[in-house]
């Protein structure tokens, strides 16, 4: 995901987040084929509090 931080039409940051499944042991794990169409079909809504 990318996102800007603007105020009074000034960027005030640019950030880009990577989100990945990890194991029980912090290492990158590859998520079961089910899961991944199971979340390729979910819509995402982002709320900012």
């Known amino acids: 995901m990318q996102y800007k931080l603007l105020a009074r039409g000034e960027v005030l940051a640019l950030v880009k987040t990577v989100h990945v499944p ?3 042991n912090f290492k990158l794990i590859r ?9 390729e079909k979910e819509q995402w809504t982002e709320t900012w509090l």
């Open 31 to 39: 998520l079961p084929k089910n899961v991944i169409q199971i979340l």
């Open 22 to 24: 990890l194991g029980e």
